[in-house]
């Protein structure tokens, strides 16, 4: 970014065509340039990087279990306190990027996060295994951080494609930590290292990595367009109102508590089937640890263009039937994925059918959660931040819920845990039929005439408030 002058003004130039907010109303993910592609970058790698440090554990389970004799019991619940962990850190975290700016907040999460994901080498029983992987978890509510950001940098015409790849990306490291790790175990190993000291010394990679992410984000990003929230706020030039109309606006929209839940069983699921996939194959198919990590590897990798297609798909149906459009996309295509996800649990006697409906679950699966991004962006003007922040811990809520029901505590063989997901999948879904705004219509309503925009997004603000900054000028000074 750089400024020139014009008629005596000091005025921003960007690399990209920006709009009137000087969000940038084009994607280009091959640029690097401030302050766009810089946050989309920064953003989407921390996501990754807190997804890699996750997810870790899971892929070095066989030999966890065996190093510090954890039951099933033990391994249930620690994939429970793993997502667990960022439910309330996902509403936290909204709470902070809408007062201090998504840049400390990625920074905070990944930077305080990092010592957990050291120290988890340390364990040497149950109690010390559940408890690093739920301080892990914490991390992922760099997730919140990263909607917030890209949707703060880019147009509405773009939002859900830019959301969905900075998040689909970031899911990604899941998939390449199944990859990663057995890889850096063995090399550890083939070092001369018992195999009771390399699993743990491999824990120093992805921890490595977030403190290098915190160095850079704070470094090299700024908040906004137009610079970062401390300067803009001292400046004058960025208004707020009161924490508890932020915190009203979203409680009190009932579209916040729809799409908690229903992301509860998209993102949820994904999340469900990220833990227990590699055990599954190295148990149910009597796989070696590699070729177990590389298959449970392909439904994360699947994110590198899975979800992304879903924030385009939403994109690409609001240019042609708006906001009623990105609904019905959304409600058929994770309809699709609870079915493929009950089509995952009747092939588990053959290995290839089980892969060929893995790959086709994993992208319904995932676009889903990319569409889901391309509504939530609309919910709320005010209360952006928190309510990404409470869609996203609906996401960890149904992914702790699932694991609990269908994978630890019920007496189901896991490929049976799959079936049951996918029944719950589909029944949540449902709730997608009672989304409805007044200015722009639901599935099975209209808009209502006389409605704007402006109407719906101004009433969130008390008279005064509005009166104080004016017009859409408040919507604004909100980003």
Not at 230 to 247: E, I, N, R
Not at 257 to 267: N, Q, R
Not at 337 to 365: D, E, K, R, W
Not at 438 to 450: L, N, S, T, V
Request: hydrophobic share 50%.
């Amino acid at each position: 970014m750089g400024v020139m002058a014009k008629d005596g003004v000091q005025v921003p130039s960007f690399t990209l065509p920006v709009d009137t907010e000087h969000k940038a109303t084009i994607m280009r993910p091959w640029y690097f340039a401030r302050p766009h592609m810089s946050a989309f970058h920064l953003s989407w790698l921390a996501f990754f990087a807190a997804f890699v440090s996750t997810f870790a554990p899971a892929a070095l389970l066989p030999v966890i279990r065996d190093n510090i004799d954890l039951t099933k019991t033990d391994l249930g619940n620690a994939g429970i306190a793993a997502v667990c962990g960022a439910i309330a850190a996902r509403v936290a975290m909204g709470n902070f990027v809408d007062t201090y700016g998504p840049r400390f907040g990625i920074g905070l999460c990944i930077g305080l996060t990092a010592p957990a994901v050291y120290l988890i080498a340390l364990c040497s029983n149950a109690a010390g295994f559940i408890i690093s992987r739920l301080f892990i978890g914490f991390s992922l509510a760099t997730f919140v951080a990263c909607q917030f950001w890209c949707t703060s940098m880019f147009n509405t015409k773009v939002v859900g494609t830019a959301n969905a790849l900075a998040a689909g990306w970031g899911n990604m490291g899941c998939g390449f930590t199944h990859f990663l790790m057995p890889l850096v175990f063995d090399g550890i190993k083939a070092s001369g290292t018992p195999a009771f000291l390399a699993w743990r010394w491999a824990f120093f990679v992805p921890a490595s990595f977030q403190v290098l992410l915190t160095i850079c984000t704070m470094a090299l990003a700024q908040d906004l367009p137009d610079g970062n929230y401390a300067a803009l706020k001292k400046s004058g030039a960025m208004q707020h109102g009161s924490a508890w109309g932020t915190w009203k606006a979203a409680v009190t929209n009932y579209r916040t508590w729809v799409m908690m839940l229903t992301y509860g069983y998209c993102f949820g699921v994904e999340l469900t089937v990220d833990n227990v996939l590699p055990q599954y194959m190295y148990d149910n198919f009597q796989l070696d640890l590699h070729i177990a990590g590389l298959l449970a590897a392909i439904f994360g990798m699947m994110n590198l263009f899975s979800r992304p297609s879903g924030g385009y798909i939403s994109d690409y149906v609001a240019r042609k039937w708006g906001m009623r459009g990105r609904l019905y996309a959304l409600f058929i295509i994770q309809m699709l994925g609870g079915l493929f996800c009950m089509l995952l649990g009747l092939t588990h006697t053959n290995l290839g059918a089980t892969m060929a409906i893995l790959v086709i679950f994993s992208i319904f699966c995932q676009q889903s959660c990319g569409l889901s991004f391309g509504v939530v962006p609309f919910v709320s003007k005010r209360s952006t931040g928190l309510v990404s922040g409470f869609v996203g811990s609906g996401g960890n809520v149904g992914g702790a819920v699932t694991q609990a029901l269908f994978f630890t505590y019920l007496p189901l063989a896991t490929y049976n845990g799959f079936l049951w997901m996918g029944v719950m999948t589909m029944g949540v879904t449902m709730l997608y039929l009672a989304m409805y705004f007044p200015m722009w219509g639901g599935c099975f309503a209209k808009a209502k005439e006389g409605v704007s925009e402006e109407d719906y997004y101004l009433a969130e603000w008390t008279p005064e408030e509005r009166a104080q900054v004016g017009g859409w000028c408040l919507l604004y000074h909100l980003f």
